[in-house]
């Protein structure tokens, strides 16, 4: 039993002294040389003392708050993956934002130049977000090496998707209903049911939080729920879409808030809260209405939107995360199908009704169906590629038994962990 056993765990070689270094070492190296080809400023039209985006960094700072606190710590609720959590988000943002600066760059240059702005710097954190969707499907599964390799090949399908949605079908997504979060989570299921681990099958006794880990969670909670309107109204036209798409998120956001409560009491056979649903059903009703942030839907529409956000994050949590882990074999860690699947759709869904109501009159119904089946379909055979690439054994997965753990890829004071961190994580990183 001994022998299989450690036959089985052979091909998890988690030791990252040199392969790490090997990958991270050239993938900077070679993006530093392709913005000393390519990437310029941007100073056209620009005056003397004030550049024309400067009124943006507010904007910018709030989403990049998001990326690197909001989601980072929004993942550390599982007890023993903490360092991960926030660590490896803020690996995955560094890294991403260049390759984004990069393959969103190509699809506009000038002179073969990419112009770069504070613009750019804000769609740049966008093409981070999707990749951060998508760990959290992985979170916990996956070795440092791995998410370096995501992180690169989901951004560059993410930015042929972005063109193909925005300049070719012309379909409005301004805060990327469909383009980042659909997009994100569907990419991020096809990665884990290709990489699908049957030892998990189960569960996993580090797959659990703590009463602290939940406490720090709620912390990137609050941090995404007080900066969505900026994420959605960045890069809407100043003026009233700009004004619209902050009050129509800020309501939806309100509306969705209750409605997951009482979902939340309502469907727990206790009649308690459960902080799962607080900590992440309470955001969908920001990525619902997304798609239409900018429209003229009203308050009452944003409301509407962020109400059944709520109901039907809160009801997949409860029922489709073991359904789909039972039946379909995809182990989503953070529930990303019901925070950013499925609110994702509903947002495409909003805003083909608001197309064929004629809320905007250079809508079309048909470009934005089209831009919401476009988006899942990439996403889906993108993630499934890039999860047949993450299953080549040599790139560091941790096995089954060390999963969720930070001691296999971290230094860990010990004693944080008295009674659960086993010899086995121990001795795995000295092979």
């Known amino acids: 039993m001994t022998a299989k056993m450690e ?217 995404l729920w007080l900066f969505w309107p900026s994420f959605n109204s960045a890069i809407a036209a100043a003026g009233e879409a700009q004004e619209r798409a902050i009050m129509n998120t800020y309501f939806s956001l309100a509306a969705c808030t209750m409605t997951v409560f009482a979902s939340s009491i309502l469907i727990e056979q206790k009649g308690k809260l459960d902080m799962v649903h607080i900590q992440n059903a309470t955001l969908a009703g920001g990525v619902a209405v997304g798609s239409c942030a900018d429209l003229n839907i009203l308050p009452f529409g944003a409301m509407l939107i962020g109400s059944i956000a709520g109901i039907i994050s809160v009801l997949g949590f409860k029922y489709l995360t ?29 805003s083909i009704i608001a197309a064929a109501l004629q809320v905007n009159n250079n809508l079309s119904p048909g470009m934005q169906a089209a831009a919401l089946a476009c988006s899942i379909t990439i996403a889906l055979i993108g993630g499934a590629i890039t999860g047949l690439i993450l299953r080549l054994p040599f790139l560091g997965q941790p096995s089954d038994q060390n999963c969720y753990d930070d001691t296999v890829y971290w230094e860990v004071p010990l004693e944080n962990f008295p009674k659960e961190c086993t010899l086995d994580c121990l001795e795995d990183q000295t092979q």
Not at 322 to 350: M, V
């Open 322 to 350: 073991p359904l789909f882990a039972s039946k379909l074999n995809i182990q989503d860690t953070c529930g990303i199908h019901n925070l950013h699947g499925i609110p994702g759709i509903l947002g495409g869904i909003a």
């Open 7 to 223: 036959s089985a765990n052979s091909s998890f070689s988690t030791k990252m002294r040199i392969k790490f270094p090997v990958v991270a070492f050239f993938l900077e190296i070679t993006i530093i040389i392709l913005f000393g080809i390519f990437v310029k400023y941007d100073i056209s039209d620009r005056g003397r003392n004030f550049p024309k985006e400067s009124w943006l960094y507010p904007l910018f700072q709030d989403v990049h708050v998001m990326i690197f606190v909001g989601f980072g710590f929004l993942m550390t609720f599982l007890k023993k993956y903490g360092f991960s959590s926030v660590g490896i988000n803020l690996l995955i943002a560094a890294l991403g934002l260049q390759w984004g600066i990069l393959l969103q760059g190509f699809w506009h240059m000038k002179y073969n130049e990419i112009h770069i702005g504070i613009e750019s710097m804000i769609t740049a954190d966008f093409s981070v977000a999707t990749v951060l969707i998508s760990f959290g499907a992985v979170l916990g599964k996956t070795s440092p090496v791995q998410v370096l390799i995501m992180t690169i090949l989901e951004i560059t399908v993410f930015a042929c998707n972005e063109h193909l949605v925005v300049n070719v079908l012309e379909a409005t997504d301004i805060g990327a209903s469909m383009t980042i979060h659909a997009f994100g989570a569907y990419f991020g299921l096809a990665v884990a049911r290709v990489i699908y681990r049957p030892g998990l099958r189960n569960g996993h006794k580090n797959e659990d939080s703590t009463y602290h880990s939940d406490l720090f969670a709620m912390i990137g909670t609050l941090f």
